[in-house]
């Protein structure tokens, strides 16, 4: 079945029977699947030991039996469904509708360009971008591509750089073609030949209708072969067009240009390497031009009246600047009554309007072209973001891990799920589909969001497929169920015995206590997200969810982890962090499957907002978990357990798929056992390690082979020298020395880092000088200076860190000017200075100063148990300071 929904799914736009057809299998394939889970949960063996424990398999032996007659009459029932089922696929029409569907799609992209000229808005700079790429001197044929997502403007810009004159008597041949999803080249190049032969007023040759492809494109070659040519090749959905089409096109050095659009950043990028061309990725329109645009399309020109003025902002914050969204909502605004009662129920239903009306039917349609070009397995990740809130900030690896428990990852030969996983998301990134909200140091994604309006699209979608809903759904065939704040919507006589998945947002209120038994009805959970929620336990049902894959905690007041976690055996995450726990029982090394454990999280000093690291006690032999991607953060020592004792470190080394790890409480003793261990774990890629105490000895010199894939490294303790193998650590982008007290400059052992992009040293040095040599640090783009008690002065020479970002200082009592050569870092933006000397401060906040006039931003401020009380900013920019962020393995 889920094969046949694999194919059905590329072709459910062309045809609403098989939408119908694809619900119906879509619901069978879930009630079969949740009879094999039903079967396995009732199956579940009772592993108590003694009479009761006999008497319960006795019991148990009984219950298998009752158990495979239901199950099989179950069986029975649905497969006259599944029948009927694939005998209705017979019926469709598999292949002949689509050319159809899509000539009707061409239509409505060329209505997509009738836009008045009034209207445009923000075009005028990208404008002049792409002429200018179009018609310098370069005389190499260059590909340029224009990328965004649909209804960004794209073939409106493009449409507008065509027909500009400069463009039009630069070159000599002008072709424009659409290709969309499913072109066939033969139809494309007779549409290219057409268009020659037309412009210069001669007939296309009668062989044409009857040549093969290769003729054609010899043809052209041919045509083009002295001629300086601009091709637009609109709509492109993979690069197969473009590796398709080349050939066609000679490079006849006389600057000919192909100008293409496409809404895959990946397909962009590949279309212009070959030829080194230019890529041009399309804006959301400002605050400004998208309010332009709005009144023009609203109010014909004429001011917004004052009392619409809020509301109106309201419904086109929606639009996030997406000319498509802003022009369709203006439209369907413009037909309504000037009234604040109107406007007030068109913002409070947008949803419904959005979902229901046929005005925003055109819109739908144009954004959902991107929707029904995805692979399957992309559907159902994409389809998935509905169940997190608005404008919510999405993490990376909370997404990632949430995927893989559903099942939704695909295993590929060479590859970890979470690999995969990142290759989906990357995917739907280059699709834009989803948005980059933040990203990691080394510009890889750390957060994500989506678009309002592309929200609401998914919402429908997912709850047409009965994937997911919100709180206000009441069908007991939602598979997932999101719960935004409140939870009084719950209605206590709706069956949720079909839920596999259940996540919280925001829930602080009393009655989520109360309402957590019935929730938790559905044995067949294979998700729990209880993040934030009011609980100072873990509920008793969660160790009945036998299916149960991740189970999270996070910033709750558990305190406990019972012994009944074993019988989760097929627990994949646990998400503990920011809780009361500080032990994990015995019985969690049954759980094999484990991939991430979590439990850690850091006390805030008052008195200078520094955080100390928190982790948890491990249990006897933690390195029988050998599936472990991640554990944070474990405390080393001595274990004891039923086979006698061990110590963690050594523990450590047997745990070799781990990616992440951060240990706390080290001992100077088990320095060498535990740099034995790192050896042993060549997968690393972020490592944090912490000393017992702050000035206990950090012993790591015996590592001889550093994991050559790490990426992140914290070090929290003092060291007597800095690790020899550091210098090795060539994929390094972080490192963070905390109390180091190193007596000489560190900077010389990291400057010849080739990929270092952030230093952090905190009470790292207490020697009186640092200097960032000229030629070192080619690849830093942040570096903080924390409570360096004796650090006098600081030397920049020129050519050091050419494309530094960012300088932090903080608690540098002693440093009373700024760093020699500062002016060398001409791409520094920020200069963040925070409990630093008045010396330093006083002469910078006056104006006109010299010395920082080249860094758009600086902050100056002081903390006060643990928060900033008072700042400025200079160049008149206030701006909240934020606490210099700490690493987090998590």
Request: charged content about 25%.
């Amino acid at each position: 079945m889920r094969a046949f929904l694999s194919v059905a799914d590329a072709k459910e736009e062309r045809d609403p029977l098989l939408q119908v057809w694809i619900k119906q299998v879509r619901e069978v394939a879930y009630d079969t699947e949740d009879i094999l889970d039903e079967f396995i949960l009732r199956l579940a063996n009772n592993n108590s030991d003694g009479f009761f424990g006999s008497l319960n398999r006795i019991t148990w032996c009984v219950k298998k039996i009752k158990a495979r007659h239901q199950i099989a009459s179950k069986i029975h029932r649905i497969r006259p469904r599944i029948d009927n089922i694939f005998q209705d696929y017979g019926r469709f029409d598999h292949g002949s509708s689509s050319t159809v569907i899509n000539n009707s799609w061409l239509d409505r992209r060329w209505d997509a360009l009738l836009i008045e000229e009034a209207e445009l808005v923000g075009i005028e700079q990208p404008k002049r971008q792409l002429i200018s790429w179009l018609v310098n001197d370069d005389s190499g044929l260059k590909v340029v591509s224009v990328a965004g997502m649909g209804g960004s403007g794209k073939t409106t810009l493009v449409k507008k750089v065509y027909e500009d004159t400069k463009v039009k008597t630069h070159f000599q041949s002008h072709v424009w073609i659409t290709v969309s999803q499913s072109f066939k080249i033969e139809e494309l190049l007779k549409h290219i030949i057409q268009q020659l032969f037309d412009e210069v007023k001669q007939a296309v040759p009668q062989a044409v209708e009857t040549m093969a492809s290769h003729s054609m494109k010899e043809l052209i070659r041919e045509f083009l072969r002295q001629s300086r040519y601009v091709l637009v090749l609109d709509d492109v959905w993979s690069s197969d067009a473009w590796i398709a089409m080349e050939i066609a096109l000679p490079d006849n050095s006389r600057g000919s240009r192909v100008l293409l659009t496409t809404r895959d950043l990946d397909i962009a990028s590949a279309c212009c390497l070959k030829t080194r061309g230019k890529k041009y990725t399309m804006n959301a329109l400002s605050p400004q031009e998208s309010w332009t645009l709005f009144c023009r399309k609203v109010f014909q020109g004429t001011d917004c009246p004052q009392p619409l003025y809020p509301l109106s902002k309201c419904i086109l914050e929606k639009c996030e600047g997406l000319p498509l969204a802003i022009v369709t909502m203006g439209g369907f605004l413009a037909t309504k009554d000037r009234r604040v009662e109107e406007w007030d129920m068109v913002w409070r239903s947008l949803g419904d309007e959005l979902e229901s009306n046929d005005q925003f039917g055109f819109m739908k349609r144009i954004l959902f072209l991107s929707y029904f070009d995805l692979p399957s397995h992309l559907k159902v990740c994409l389809l998935y973001l509905s169940v997190f809130p608005e404008d919510y900030e999405i993490e990376k690896m909370r997404l990632i891990r949430l995927w893989i428990a559903e099942g939704f990852v695909q295993v590929r030969e060479g590859k970890t799920l979470e690999e995969v996983a990142e290759n989906y998301l990357n995917n739907l990134v280059n699709r834009s589909w989803v948005q980059v909200a933040n990203t990691t140091r080394d510009g890889r994604l750390g957060t994500c969001r989506v678009h309002d309006i592309l929200r609401e699209m998914i919402l429908s979608k997912s709850r047409e497929q009965s994937i997911g809903t919100i709180i206000s759904g009441h069908d007991a065939k939602w598979r997932c169920l999101a719960i935004h704040n409140y939870v009084e919507n719950i209605h206590k006589s709706e069956s949720y015995s079909r839920l596999r998945s259940l996540l919280i947002f925001g829930v602080e209120d009393p009655y989520f206590k109360s309402s957590i038994s019935m929730l938790l009805s559905s044995r067949l959970l294979k998700v729990l997200d209880l993040k934030g929620a009011p609980l100072e336990e873990i509920p008793k049902l969660v160790f009945t969810l036998i299916h149960l894959r991740y189970l999270s905690m996070r910033r709750t007041n558990v305190r406990l982890v019972p012994k009944s976690i074993r019988k989760l055996q097929n627990l994949e995450t646990l998400d503990l962090k920011d809780t009361y726990v500080t032990e994990l029982p015995a019985e969690i090394l049954r759980l094999r499957k484990l991939r991430y454990i979590l439990v850690y999280g850091y006390v805030t000093n008052i008195d200078d907002g520094t955080p100390s690291p928190r982790g948890f006690k491990a249990p006897y032999k933690i390195g029988d978990l050998i599936s472990l991607q991640k554990l944070c953060c474990i405390e080393a020592g001595e274990i004891t357990g039923s086979g006698g004792s061990c110590n963690t470190v050594t523990e450590i080394g047997k745990l070799t798929q781990l990616r992440k790890l951060g240990i706390a409480e080290l001992r100077r003793k088990d320095g060498t056992a535990f740099c034995s261990s790192i050896e042993k774990l060549r997968n690393l890629r972020s490592l944090a390690v912490y000393s017992f105490t702050e000035d206990e000895i950090l012993d790591l010199q015996s590592l001889s082979s550093a994991p050559q894939f790490l990426r992140t490294l914290v070090l929290g303790g003092r060291l007597e020298k800095l690790p020899q193998w550091i210098p090795s650590l060539h994929s390094l982008i972080k490192i963070q020395l905390w109390y180091s007290q190193l007596g000489y400059d560190p900077l010389q052992s990291l400057e010849a880092l080739p990929d270092l992009e952030e230093i952090v040293l905190f009470r790292a040095y207490e020697g009186e000088s640092l200097t960032f040599k000229a030629g070192g640090f080619q690849r830093l783009k942040e570096f903080g200076l924390v409570q360096l008690k004796g650090l006098r002065s600081v030397t920049v020479e020129d050519g050091a860190m050419r494309h530094l970002k960012q300088i932090h200082f903080q608690g540098c009592e002693l440093v009373d000017e700024l760093p020699s050569g500062l002016r060398h870092l001409t791409n520094l933006q920020l200069l963040r200075l925070i409990d630093m000397p008045d010396k330093l401060t006083t002469p910078l906040q006056g104006q006109g100063n010299s010395n920082i006039a080249h860094i758009p931003n600086v902050w100056i401020g002081v903390v006060k148990e643990g928060v900033f009380q008072q700042y400025l900013v200079h160049q008149v920019q206030k701006i909240r300071l934020q606490v210099l962020e700490v690493t987090a393995v998590g």
